[in-house]
């Protein structure tokens, strides 16, 4: 071998040796992956390894600075974004540059596939934009509510609409899944459920098909309840009725105390079983008569099992676990559960230790930590209480209220009754013992019980309770005057400034009572929290529950028992707002006082148009002839036997409604006068005030269309002294 030819091995050994050392090099640097017995994984290079709950030596030091420990620890790998998709993952390297452009087109065949209602497409469609931009949460968040919502009311199908708001829910569960940290994904799931099984056009059939969907398939097989020859199996279908109450009421769809009407009448068993035929194929939680199906192909779709929310239904919950009353409302009180897992927390008082009312916390982990986009944090922290809420007033408005249970064919006669006896004749009569169900639990209140330990624990948990000794103290570090109750927003304080013992403490109790101030305004915290107080006491449910069937009472036109349910419930009612100050007038709002006024002039009207009691039109002469015989002598004054003095036998039809209704409104107003000593407790701010409002009142005849004269806006507590002693 010559020199050259030995110079030539000798530089290609080296090149060999250097890549080979390289490639080691960088191999050890990326990090390997293994794992504990016990199965915890690890990443390991010779003679270290990344341990963190081990004191580490200089090895594991340089293990901890590998590329897949510093990924693991900054979540940027596939695995750490969220479930991953090996043919998604595919697909994205294939298309290589080209992946915007064909992301761009498809999103705009989408769209035009959508127009044309060619919907099998579309879903294609939205499915290659996801698999391609798996993290990037806007197609998620805007085609999922694309689909429940635009896809949806397109639909001319109750079950089709229905389809389509589940699909849209799971598409954007899907994306929570693909992006475990997007806070944003897990608030728009838990509001489709709420907004579309909670005001949505026929939103009572909807909710219907959202218990099939939770129900095992044998007790939603129409089969299991028809005879061979096509008729009801009256044993069966009273089970039915005894174990989904709930439902079976809203199918009848002959109580509701908002009035709506939707066009879901099942008057009849077969109605009913024929309800359940038509709707077999719901989704559904089921793979089998038992067996649940796969977490993600479950509908309702529900958040896995996680530590803040043990209390909440997650896909391995049973139909037990799933009561009757479990409704969209709940689905999302776990989904905006789940996603304030991912909120920072408020900062800690350091002296005792308490959550501070804050805008955005200043210092929190971002690893840990996601701040959401909209709507404001304190309004995204408080879904779980606001949702429970809306659960205890849907109760309500249903007419579940305390363990009295539902009587199947009360107010129903013989002939359109579903459970009947036949007499000696041959003829349908109504049982002795009437068909009850749903008794024994108590509905109403037990949810508001719940609501008002949501709100509770919310408002501890986010500074919207402050104690008096903790307020004092604030104001003292603030530099507070005595009778300045409002302060400016304080300016942003630099490091520099902070780092001042004495300005961070100013500074920090100035945040506080502005924030304290402004969370509580924005969010009506005080009113929903005294409500819910009030709301869960017996006397309160009492009151409401009277009122709602003297309201049934007036639409099934029995007058005379409507009024004097109304008496009872308004009396009732009455001393419910006499118990809870704060709950007849809250520190903003005056939804309580506009409720009872509007409770007052159902009562007011039915008493006036119909008097089911005798006392109005007896009143209403005596009055008019009293005023006539006013006038009268006033006018003889003036010119003499201008008026006859003799008062008339009637009142005349011309104004006849006019004194029915002024007459019943001065003599049998339940709230007319005002709140005195013996209505309530000794020092209560309220005596010597009405117990409505006039201002309340013309509000609420203004949205009624009685009254046209325009009521100037209400004083909001930022009005006033709102000085920052800070600037």
Not at 246 to 255: A, F, H, N, T
Not at 435 to 451: L, R
Not at 500 to 525: G, S
Request: overall charge neutral; aromatic content about 10%.
């Amino acid at each position: 071998m010559n020199p050259l030819q030995k110079a030539a091995v000798r530089r290609k050994s080296f090149y060999i040796a250097a890549i080979v050392s390289l490639l080691t090099i960088s191999i050890f640097y990326r990090g390997l992956e293994a794992k504990t017995p016990d199965g915890t994984p690890y990443v390991w290079i010779p003679l270290g390894r990344d341990n963190p709950t081990a004191t580490p030596g200089a090895a594991d030091k340089l293990a901890r600075q590998t590329i897949i420990s510093q990924s693991r620890r900054l979540e940027l790998r596939e695995l750490e974004e969220g479930e991953p998709d090996l043919t998604g993952e595919a697909v994205r390297l294939a298309t290589t540059g080209l992946r915007g452009f064909v992301v761009t087109w498809t999103w705009l065949t989408a769209i035009e596939q959508q127009k044309r209602n060619d919907f099998h497409k579309f879903e294609q469609s939205i499915k290659a934009v996801t698999t391609l931009q798996p993290h990037f949460i806007t197609p998620w968040i805007f085609q999922s509510w694309n689909v429940a919502y635009n896809v949806s009311v397109e639909m001319q199908s109750l079950g089709d609409m229905y389809f389509y708001i589940a699909r849209g829910i799971d598409l954007g569960a899907e994306g929570d899944r693909r992006n475990r940290h997007s806070p944003d994904l897990r608030y728009w799931v838990a509001f489709y459920y709420q907004n579309k099984f909670g005001v949505a056009d026929q939103v009572q059939t909807l909710r219907c098909l959202f218990q099939l969907s939770c129900m095992p398939p044998d007790e939603r097989n129409a089969q299991n309840y028809l005879n061979p020859d096509g008729s009801v199996r009256m044993d069966e279908f009273r089970r039915l009725c005894e174990k989904h109450p709930m439902l079976v009421r809203r199918l009848r769809g002959s109580e509701r105390s908002d009035e709506r009407k939707e066009s879901l009448r099942t008057n009849r068993p077969d109605d009913v079983v024929r309800f359940l035929r038509d709707n077999r194929t719901v989704p559904s939680r089921y793979k089998t008569a038992t067996e649940l199906l796969r977490f993600d192909r479950q509908f309702p779709v529900l958040p896995p099992q996680f530590d803040q929310g043990r209390d909440e239904a997650n896909p391995r919950s049973s139909a037990e676990d799933l009561t009757e009353a479990f409704s969209g409302y709940r689905a999302a009180r776990a989904w905006f559960k789940y996603a304030n897992v991912l909120v920072p927390p408020n900062p800690r008082d350091p002296v005792s230790n308490d959550p501070m009312p804050c805008d955005v916390p200043r210092d929190y982990d971002p690893f840990v930590y996601r701040m959401p986009k909209m709507p404001a944090r304190i309004i995204f922290l408080q879904g779980p209480p606001r949702a429970q809420t809306y659960q205890a007033e849907m109760l309500q408005k249903d007419g579940w209220y305390d363990t009295e249970g539902w009587e199947v064919d009360k107010g129903i006669d013989a002939v359109n009754a579903w459970f009947v006896e036949m007499d000696k004749n041959g003829q349908r009569v109504m049982p002795k013992q009437p068909v009850v169900v749903g008794s024994g639990t108590e509905w109403s209140q037990a949810e508001w019980q719940k609501a008002y330990d949501y709100w509770k624990r919310h408002g501890e948990q986010y500074g919207l309770t402050i104690d008096d000794n903790r307020m004092i103290r604030y104001r003292a570090e603030a530099g507070l005057a005595p009778g300045q109750d409002q302060v400016g927003y304080p300016r942003d304080a630099t490091d520099d400034q902070m780092a001042d013992p004495a300005f961070a403490r100013r500074h920090n109790a100035l945040a506080a009572i502005f924030y304290y101030q402004v969370n509580r305004m924005m969010t009506n915290f005080p009113y929903y929290l005294e409500s819910a107080n009030a709301e869960q006491q017996k006397e309160t449910v009492q009151a409401r529950k009277m009122l709602w069937k003297a309201n049934q009472a007036r639409r099934e036109g029995d007058s005379i028992r409507a009024a004097k349910l109304y008496q009872q419930g308004l009396e009732q009612w009455r001393g419910v707002l006499a118990r809870n100050r704060l709950f007849h007038r809250s520190e903003r709002l005056n939804a309580t006082e506009d409720q009872t006024c509007e409770f007052e002039l159902e009562y007011l009207r039915l008493i006036a148009r119909d008097d089911p009691l005798n006392v109005v039109r007896k009143q209403a002469l005596l009055d008019y002839q009293a005023d006539y015989r006013t006038t009268a002598q006033a006018a003889a004054a003036v010119i003499p036997f201008g008026i006859p003095d003799r008062a008339p036998a009637k009142i005349p039809d011309t104004v006849k409604n006019k004194w029915l209704s002024d007459t019943a409104e001065k003599h049998f107003a339940p709230f007319a006068g005002i709140i005195t000593a013996q209505d309530v407790a000794a020092g209560d701010p309220r005596i010597g005030t009405p117990w409505i409002r006039a201002e309340v009142r013309e509000a609420v005849l203004q949205q009624q269309g009685i009254l046209n004269k325009p009521v100037p806006p209400a004083r909001t507590p930022q009005e006033g002294n709102s000085s920052d002693p800070m600037q």
